[in-house]
Nanobody, 114 residues
Framework: QVQLVESGGGLVQAGGSLRLSCAAS????????MGWYRQAPGKQRESVAV???????NYAEPVKGRFTISRDNVKNTVYLQMDSLKPEDTAVYYC????????WGQGTQVTVSS
């Protein structure tokens, strides 16, 4: 059974930083496509950052240069380092894993105050 558990969300002022973690079980982050998505109130879920099993990374334009996705294969965990946060980054952030099927975590709230 695949489980993705996010942590690290919270309330931060604009310009601050947060690091999200996604602890995976039942799936290996080293061979899966892993990603972070977000959904703001009234908006569709959107891709934020993706890392492939070959370590190729892709970022959404609004977060390029500010967010960094990485993974620790030993801890089987994926991270999203978020710097220079803006109020428009406020959303629920979801971890995604894809290996054949696609799996989602339960989400963690990130709120950036102005």
């Amino acid at each position: 059974q695949v489980q993705l558990v996010e942590s690290g969300g919270g309330l931060v002022q604009a310009g601050g930083s947060l690091r999200l973690s996604c602890a995976a079980s039942g799936i290996s982050v080293s061979i899966s496509v892993m990603g972070w998505y977000r959904q703001a109130p009234g908006k569709q879920r959107e891709s934020v950052a993706v890392i492939t099993n070959g370590r190729t990374t892709n970022y959404a334009e609004p977060v390029k240069g500010r967010f960094t996705i990485s993974r620790d294969n030993v801890k089987n965990t994926v991270y999203l380092q978020m710097d220079s946060l803006k109020p428009e980054d406020t959303a629920v952030y979801y971890c995604m894993a894809r290996w054949g099927a696609t799996y989602w975590g339960q989400g963690t709230q990130v709120t950036v105050s102005s």
